[in-house]
């Protein structure tokens, strides 16, 4: 889980990609509860690597649905990935995470 986590490229499950939103929200609620009004460069600072982090893994959630990463825009997007089955087999953004995580057991 997490690999590549800052990374655009490939395709995650729907259980990393809850992951890393309840991930995203709890990271954004310390930042908010430790920085006041006065320190408002510094929340800029520390938001951008939790932003990147979350428009990384919500662009290869969408890859694991064959869409590009553009559709996370969308409104209420974000919400459907939660929910919605991913593409069976490999697909053109990387193989199925599903499979490959089950050959890993296998071996």
Known sequence: MFKDAFSFNGRIRRKEYIVSQLLYYVGLLIISFFVSEADMPIVGFLFLPL?????????????????????????????????????????????????????????
Do not use: V
């Open 51 to 107: 932003a990147w982090f979350s428009l990384a893994q919500g662009a290869k959630r969408c890859h694991d649905r064959d869409n590009t990463g553009f559709f996370q825009i969308i409104p209420f997007y974000s919400i459907w990935m939660f929910f919605a089955q991913s593409d069976n087999g490999p697909n053109r953004f990387g193989p199925d995470p599903k499979q490959t995580a089950m050959e890993m057991h296998l071996i």
